[in-house]
C-alpha cells in the first residue's frame, strides 16, 4: 500500500525564515513533486515481515517515519537551486504481503530513477530487494550491476519455503546473471559455515570487518564499482557496534565504528555509477534515546551531501 509524505513529521528549528544559508532539512523538502535530473528522492519502506519471517525481532517498520524526524532537524549544506529534496512517501507492508510490497517498493524505485537518484529508508534489510527491482527496471536487463553492501551478515539463507530478510541477495543472484555481489563487514563469526560455502559458491566478493583498514579493500571495492555499469548501495545497520547503535534486531558487539562505516559509504555514494542507496534495520522499538535513528540520518545526510 502507498502512503504520501506527511508534511507533520518534516518539522524542526527555524533560526531564519528567508535566508538559505540558515535553512534545515525540514525547510527545504518538497513533498511528492516530480522528480528532476538534479534530485534525490527519499522512499520509506514500511515492513519488518521479513524480519519476522527469519525470526528477528520486529519493529523496523517505524524506521522511515523515525529517520525523518531526526533528518529534519539537520543543517542544509547545500545553497543551490537546481538541487532538490523529495519525499514521495512510503510503500506500506500489509499483513505478511511481503512479496507485493517489495514489488511496489521496486515499481517506485523505477520512477523515481528516471529522473533523479533514489534513498529508500527502510524497514528491515528485505528492503533491498525491492530497491533491487527497481533499479533492474530502470536500467533494463542487460545493464551489469553490482550491489554494494555494508553488513555485519551475507543475507544468503535459503528460501524454499518463503523469501525473509536473510535471503535476498540470494534471490537477486539466482534470478538475475548480470549482477554481483559485493559485500564488507562480514563478522567471522556471525555467519555459519554454510554460509560462507554458499558465498564462495556463488563468486561473492566478500570482506571481513577485521579487513576493511588494509589498502587491499580499497583497491578491491574500486575495482568492483569500476566494473559495473549501475551501483546499488545499501547499508544494513547491524553492521555497527552495538554501543553505537543498539536499535536494530541483531545488535553486534563486535561491529564497525560509525566513522569507518562513514569513510565506505562515501567511497561508495561518490562512485559516478552509483544510482541508489537504502538504509535498513533501523528498530525505533529497541533503541536507545534515539540513537540508532539519529545515526541513521547522519549517514543518509552523508550520501545526500556527497550525492550532488
Not at 19 to 29: A, C, K, L, M
Not at 180 to 192: K, S
Request: aromatic share 8%; net charge negative; hydrophobic share 40%.
Amino acid at each position: 500500500m502507498y502512503r504520501k509524505a506527511d508534511s507533520e513529521i518534516w518539522q524542526g528549528r527555524v533560526d531564519h525564515a528567508t535566508d538559505s544559508t540558515y535553512f534545515r532539512y525540514h525547510q527545504i523538502i518538497n513533498l511528492d513533486k516530480t522528480a528532476s535530473k538534479q534530485s534525490i528522492g527519499l522512499i520509506g519502506f514500511a515492513c519488518d515481515e521479513g524480519v519476522r519471517r527469519n525470526n528477528g525481532r520486529i519493529g523496523a517498520k517505524e524506521a522511515p517515519s523515525a529517520l525523518r524526524q531526526q533528518l529534519a532537524s539537520m543543517p542544509w549544506r547545500i545553497d543551490d537551486d537546481q538541487h532538490s529534496l523529495i519525499d514521495f512517501g512510503d510503500i506500506i507492508c500489509e499483513g505478511q504481503e511481503l512479496e507485493r510490497a517489495q514489488q511496489e517498493l521496486g515499481d517506485k524505485v523505477a520512477e523515481i530513477l528516471t529522473n533523479g537518484k533514489a534513498i529508500v529508508l527502510g524497514g528491515g534489510h528485505e528492503t533491498a530487494y525491492g530497491q533491487y527491482l527497481g533499479v533492474r527496471k530502470a536500467v533494463g536487463p542487460d545493464a551489469f550491476i553490482g550491489i554494494l553492501n555494508i553488513d555485519a551478515h551475507f543475507d544468503m539463507r535459503a528460501y524454499d519455503e518463503q523469501p525473509s530478510s536473510g535471503t535476498m541477495f540470494k534471490q537477486i543472484l539466482d534470478i538475475d546473471p548480470n549482477a554481483d555481489y559485493f559485500v564488507c563487514g562480514i563478522q567471522q563469526y556471525g555467519n555459519t559455515t554454510a554460509l560462507f560455502n554458499t558465498a564462495d559458491q556463488y563468486h561473492v566478493d566478500y570482506h571481513l570487518d577485521e579487513d576493511l583498514d588494509s589498502d587491499q579493500f580499497k583497491v578491491r571495492l574500486e575495482s568492483f564499482m569500476d566494473t559495473h555499469d549501475v551501483l546499488l548501495v545499501t547499508l544494513c545497520m547491524d553492521v555497527l557496534n552495538a554501543a553505537e547503535a543498539p536499535g536494530v534486531s541483531a545488535p553486534s558487539p563486535f561491529g564497525l565504528s560509525a566513522i569507518k562505516v562513514r569513510e565506505i559509504l562515501r567511497q561508495m555514494v561518490t562512485h559516478k555509477n552509483t544510482v541508489s542507496f537504502s538504509i535498513c534495520e533501523v528498530n525505533p522499538s529497541l533503541d536507545v534515546d534515539n540513537r540508532t535513528a539519529k545515526l541513521g540520518a547522519y549517514f543518509i545526510n552523508e550520501v545526500i551531501m556527497n550525492s550532488f
